[in-house]
């Protein structure tokens, strides 16, 4: 009995010793993957990164940001022009702020221009019409008290005093029209020249 149990644990004892040899190189060679994984994560981890540098400087810092929307004005008012015409030019801009009198806006004023001209000319016709009128009143005037003077000394016909009497009320009678062709000449001056200031509307 005391041989049969040498015999095996000599048997025994080289079994155990190879293995805890191979344990021992196992773990010396997981010891050595381990710190060989270490240190290629260690070298990718620091490896060094170019940079750029700049000097420092001071100064604001802002923030913009950009937004969409649309304007809403407190009170609005409608400018309707008395005459009807081509804007001209604009006088102000969209959101700004306008006052009592101020000319915002110009039409085409061509039209009343040429209208102003051609009633001063009218004007001046009609004045003119108005001063040979009234010569002429003046001279029937002279002519019908001349054939008076004649009648009534009985050397003037009273056919001569009768014409000159009638052509007196006719030059009369013209010199009235010519006094209303002159006030409708001044009246469509001022409504001309009243025209043209409503192209510059306020």
């Known amino acids: 009995m005391d041989k049969t149990n040498g015999f095996n644990q000599s048997?025994?004892?080289p079994v155990i010793i190879i293995g805890l040899s191979v344990i021992?190189?196992?773990l010396v060679f997981l010891r050595f993957y381990q710190?060989?994984?270490?240190?290629?994560?260690?070298?990718?981890?620091?490896?060094?990164?170019?940079?750029?540098?700049?000097?420092?400087?001071?100064?604001?810092i802002q923030q913009k940001r950009t937004f969409t929307g649309t304007l809403e004005a407190n009170a609005q008012i409608i400018v309707a022009p008395k005459v009807s015409g081509r804007v001209e030019k604009f006088h102000v801009n969209l959101a700004?702020?306008?006052?009592?009198?101020?000319?915002?806006?110009?039409?085409?004023?061509?039209?009343y221009i040429q209208a102003v001209v051609q009633a001063?000319?009218?004007?001046?016709?009609?004045?003119?019409?108005?001063?040979?009128?009234?010569?002429?009143?003046?001279?029937?005037?002279?002519?019908?008290?001349?054939t008076k003077k004649l009648r009534d000394r009985k050397i003037g016909?009273?056919?001569?005093?009768?014409?000159?009497?009638?052509?007196?009320?006719?030059?009369?009678t013209q010199l009235e029209i010519t006094r209303a062709q002159m006030i409708r000449a001044e009246s469509a001056l001022?409504?001309?020249?009243?025209?043209?200031?409503?192209t510059q509307r306020v």
């Open 11 to 13: 048997k025994i004892f």
């Open 24 to 26: 021992l190189a196992g």
């Open 35 to 60: 710190q060989k994984n270490s240190k290629g994560q260690t070298a990718i981890v620091t490896r060094p990164v170019p940079v750029e540098s700049a000097a420092v400087k001071k100064g604001p």
């Open 96 to 111: 700004d702020r306008v006052t009592k009198g101020q000319i915002v806006a110009v039409l085409d004023d061509d039209e």
């Open 120 to 146: 001063k000319a009218d004007l001046a016709v009609a004045d003119a019409n108005l001063k040979q009128a009234e010569a002429l009143l003046i001279i029937s005037k002279r002519e019908l008290a001349r």
């Open 157 to 172: 016909s009273e056919a001569d005093y009768d014409s000159a009497r009638a052509d007196y009320q006719v030059k009369k």
């Open 190 to 198: 001022e409504t001309t020249r009243i025209r043209l200031s409503y």
